[in-house]
């Protein structure tokens, strides 16, 4: 079969997204060797580590208006492209399909992250909000099937949207096999001295933005009077001031570590080397640090609300995103306890099979047999 991907966040994001579409596709294209898949993208970010297998093609506009303009190719021109080459199936990873597609005789699958845009509208200017409501939904009802990355996305699909809920299949996400092999100790003390880690830390991953709920890990140092090392890692955003100023104000700099700009392949040797993994979002798709840190053999405390016992089974700790001297108790209460710390390891490990490679190939392809038979 010739499958097409919407890979522009493969090449280009470093985050969620990113991460989803270069796992999807490393995946497929190693549990199924004998496709061809095609990877259209506007534009190549050099600094992500992204080496597609020898079945993969990518395909950058071609052209002088094309090359000029790659987000007008992008939405408009992947259709013909994907005509032309007779694609047997093509796979919007990002919530978007190209404009067009429902008009060529190419079966159709988009993978639905969140809506967040709807149930938070208050975290997105109103263009934004305007702009995603049209090409996410309008890319749903074309579609042949919808991928949903969790049972909560297909609930939110259903309660603020009018989808047909056969249309909709819960696909779960997995992360790089990085995680799942131990790094050896001499390489993990390396890595941590490179950012001057402390010998134990608890961990945060994730953009420092509002909605991951930073601040209240660091209220919850403070009220809960914790005296263990905090190490951050995330992309500075507008909301980063925000948390320098309660360091600065509550004189955490002894304690807080924020890191920025951490390459990938460092990330799997600091959660290994972490503590406890805190992950308070207030709402999430599905939430890849949580699987991250479960696959790394690190406990976790995530919040209630969203997605994130779906990603985090039931051997981790949920606290509710918005009570931090409850967050504060359960980080005492882990911390303090070796035996518990060793249970919830053990148990996230065993749930985290539920993610492997061969489980999401085995569900993509199903998927895509249905968008094939249904087309």
Known sequence: ??????????????????????????????????NQYFLYTPKICGDIPFHPNENCRTI????????????????????????????????GL????PVGIQKKEIPTVVTMHDLIFMKFPELY???????????YLSSCKIADRIIAISEQTKRDLLELTDIDE???????????PTFRTEIPTVEREQICQKYRLPAEFMLSVGALEERKNHLEILQAMVTQSIDFPLVIIGNETDYTPTLHQFIEKNKLHSRVTLLMGVPFADFPAIYQSATLFLYPSLFEGFGIPVLEALCSG???????????????????CYISPTDCDELGNQIHNILGNKEL????????????????????????WATYQKAI???
């Open 373 to 375: 038979s249904t087309h």
């Open 60 to 91: 950058l506009p071609n052209g002088f208006l094309a090359q000029r303009m790659p987000s007008i190719w992008r939405t408009y021109r992947l259709a013909d492209e994907a005509e032309k080459e007779k694609l047997d199936l093509f796979h």
């Open 94 to 97: 990002s919530h978007e399909l």
């Open 125 to 135: 200017p109103a263009i934004d909000r305007a702009l995603y409501r049209h090409k």
């Open 298 to 316: 690190t406990p976790v405390i995530a919040a209630t609300g969203s997605c994130l016992e779906e990603s985090g089974g039931p051997g981790s």
């Open 166 to 176: 056969q249309k909709i299949d819960v696909v779960y996400q997995g992360c790089s």
């Open 341 to 364: 710390q060793q249970k919830m390891v053990v148990e996230g490990k065993e749930f985290s099979l539920k993610f492997t490679d061969e489980s999401i190939a085995k569900n993509l």
């Open 1 to 34: 079969m010739k499958i097409g991907f919407d890979a522009k966040r493969a090449f280009n994001n470093h985050r969620g997204l990113g991460n989803y579409s270069r796992d999807t596709i490393r995946i497929l294209s190693t549990q199924f060797t004998d």
